[in-house]
């Protein structure tokens, strides 16, 4: 009788915990993707940060790697969303980064990600 009653518990539990795991990130807006990426991205990896880009961006692994020690860096920001653009700026008022995201298949992914370079010619 216990088992009758466990098995199916048991299932359902396993169910509900890898129910949504190998689905990939669905962006909304460009504000979403950009608040995602802030706040996950100590947990991002280059692989699963790649599903968040474009089939034709350029945006490669050091991009990630500059995007992830810029926001250790600067945990606190600003930001200004002009249409599918957003430029991020530290408390300060300097730009951090800038992306641009395009609408792929419904939804949006990241198709550019730039760093100012400030002192360079």
């Not at 706040?39 to 692989?47: A, K, R, T, V």
């Not at 810029?70 to 945990?75: A, K, R, W, Y």
Request: proline share 5%; charged share 20%.
């Amino acid at each position: 009788m216990k088992v009758r009653i466990f098995l199916p518990i048991l299932i359902i539990i396993c169910f509900i915990l890898t129910g949504c795991g190998d689905q990939t990130l669905v962006v909304r807006t460009p504000l979403e993707g950009d608040s995602y990426i802030r706040n996950n991205i100590q947990e991002l990896n280059w692989p699963m940060f790649s599903t968040l880009i474009s089939k034709n961006s350029n945006i490669q692994e050091d991009d990630f790697l500059n995007l992830q020690q810029t926001l250790t860096e600067f945990p606190h920001t600003r930001y200004i969303l002009v249409k599918d653009e957003l430029f991020r700026f530290n408390p300060r008022g300097q730009m951090l980064y800038y992306t641009d995201w395009i609408e792929e298949d419904g939804y949006y992914k990241l198709d550019l990600l730039e760093f100012p370079r400030y002192g360079s010619n």
